[in-house]
């Protein structure tokens, strides 16, 4: 499992407890588990008690998550990220073109059903 040793790098061995092939942390602040952290064959399971942790430790705690995700995946998020901006911002830009075109049938529409009726009041 190559992403042992990043977990080992992060968490360290102190809170490490290894049974066979499966290795989990569990880091408690004034008692309460904050993290518990499971890895097994084929599975990652990070869980962080939200009651307990604090926001910095929950969101160092989620930037790890998505190293993580990108390590194991082989993946950049940060550019899978700018990708989908990027592909929402030519959403945008259609729908924008789309909107003007709608605007100018409705205007169309009006003032040919207003020439209508004039014709027919004649």
């Known amino acids: 499992m190559r992403s042992k040793k990043v ?3 992060k968490f360290g061995r102190s809170d490490l407890k290894i049974n066979g ?3 989990s942390w ?5 008692g309460h588990n904050v993290l518990e952290c499971k890895l097994t064959k084929g599975h990652l399971r ?3 008690n939200k009651d307990y942790a604090s926001a910095s430790f929950r969101e160092m705690i989620s930037d790890f998550g998505i190293y993580l995700k990108d390590y194991i ?10 990708k989908d901006t990027e ?3 030519k959403d945008l830009e259609r729908a924008k073109k789309e909107l003007k075109r ?7 529409s009006k003032r040919n059903l207003e020439r209508a ?3 027919n009041k004649k």
């Open 7 to 9: 977990l080992i790098d």
């Open 73 to 82: 995946s082989g993946s950049n998020s940060k550019d899978e990220a700018k």
């Open 87 to 89: 592909r929402a911002s």
């Open 46 to 48: 990070l869980v962080i």
């Open 117 to 119: 009726k004039k014709t």
């Open 102 to 108: 709608a605007e100018e049938n409705l205007e169309r």
């Open 21 to 23: 092939n499966d290795y």
């Open 26 to 30: 569990t880091k408690q602040v004034d």
